[in-house]
């Protein structure tokens, strides 16, 4: 099984800036990555797929990069509404998240 | 409008069964894989099991082999998750989702409990 691990933990922005949460694979992974967002009381939300891919309805100011053991994701001009849990997931069989970075708005 | 409901969750004793049901509208499940995920209080998101855009292939986190069935009623339109043996480890919100998840219920809670 690969373990994702995600960095930081949790996200301290103000409105604006931009914000870089980091996944890092326990091996290489042959698939793709993607990242979801969840906010309080509710589902999770795919946001990138295919490692880069916006899903429909994402703005752009969200994008993914990435390949092999790492891949990031990146939030352009932080908004108060993108606070929320990010989780990055890797598609090789099992499938697996990271536990997850927390973005919060100063 | 592309949505999924879920049901079947509730309070069960450790050792017994529970099957959860997730019922698709706006699309045919037979095009389409699906997925479970659960997430336990506080905690973060755990894939459990996949299947197959054919229904011929399913899939299980190592957590769950063995304990837990997917399956589909195309006819029904309706996926399904029968999980036996519980434990107070698998007490969790359970989502289905779409193969791609893109798309996702609003989850059924499972309490496994004495």
């Known amino acids: 099984e690969i373990v994702l691990t995600q960095s930081p933990a949790t996200l301290s922005l103000s409105p604006g800036e931009r914000a870089t949460l980091s996944c890092r694979a326990s091996q290489s992974v042959s698939t793709f990555f993607a990242w979801f967002q969840q906010k309080p009381g509710q589902a999770p939300r795919l946001l990138i797929y295919d490692t880069s891919k916006r899903a429909t309805g994402i703005p752009a100011r969200f994008s993914g990069s990435g390949s092999g053991t790492d891949c990031a994701l990146t939030i352009n001009s932080v908004d108060p509404e993108d606070i929320a849990m990010y989780y990055c997931q890797q598609r090789d069989n099992p499938i697996t998240f990271g536990q997850g970075t927390r973005l919060e708005i100063k | 409008e592309v949505q999924l409901l879920e049901s079947g969750g509730g309070f069960i004793q450790p050792g017994g069964s529970l099957r959860l049901s997730c019922t698709a509208s706006g699309f045919t499940l037979q095009n389409y894989g699906m997925t479970w995920v659960r997430q336990a209080p506080g905690k973060g998101l755990e894939w459990v099991s996949a299947?197959?855009?054919?229904?011929?292939?399913?899939y299980y986190a190592d957590s769950v082999k063995g304990r837990f069935i997917i399956s589909r009623d195309i006819s029904k339109n309706t996926l399904y998750l029968e999980m036996n043996s519980l434990r107070a480890e698998d007490t969790a919100l359970y989502y289905c989702?779409?193969?791609?998840?893109?798309?996702w219920g609003q989850g059924t809670t499972v309490t496994v409990s004495s």
């Open positions: 299947i197959s855009p054919s229904g011929s292939r399913t």
């Open positions: 989702a779409s193969g791609g998840m893109d798309v």
